[in-house]
Nanobody
Framework: QVQLVESGGGSVQAGGSLRLSCKFSGYRSSKYCMGWFRQDPGKERERVAVIDSNGITVYADSMKGRFAISQDNAKRTLYLQMTSLRLEDTAMYYC??????????????WGQGTQVTVSS
């Protein structure tokens, strides 16, 4: 059974930083994709960044240079370092995992989410 558990969300002022963590377990394949997504109420879910088991990353344009996705395979943990946070970064952030496919376009498993709130 695949489990993804996010942590690290919270409230921060604009311009600040946060690091999200996602502890994952139960994914049996050594080839995989993982990623961070976000969703604000009333808006569509948005892909933030993804990383595959080779360490290849893909970012949404608005996150490039501000966010960094990484993984620690020994700790079975996925991270999202967020800097220069903006009001529009406020959302529920979800960790996801899926098969090793081009651009990590498919995610089969999702965490419960962690809330990030950016204030002025």
């Amino acid at each position: 059974q695949v489990q993804l558990v996010e942590s690290g969300g919270g409230s921060v002022q604009a311009g600040g930083s946060l690091r999200l963590s996602c502890k994952f377990s139960g994914y049996r394949s050594s080839k995989y994709c993982m990623g961070w997504f976000r969703q604000d109420p009333g808006k569509e879910r948005e892909r933030v960044a993804v990383i595959d088991s080779n360490g290849i990353t893909v970012y949404a344009d608005s996150m490039k240079g501000r966010f960094a996705i990484s993984q620690d395979n020994a700790k079975r943990t996925l991270y999202l370092q967020m800097t220069s946070l903006r009001l529009e970064d406020t959302a529920m952030y979800y960790c996801a995992a899926g098969p090793f496919v081009p651009l990590c376009a498919v995610m089969d498993y999702w965490g419960q989410g962690t809330q990030v709130t950016v204030s002025s």
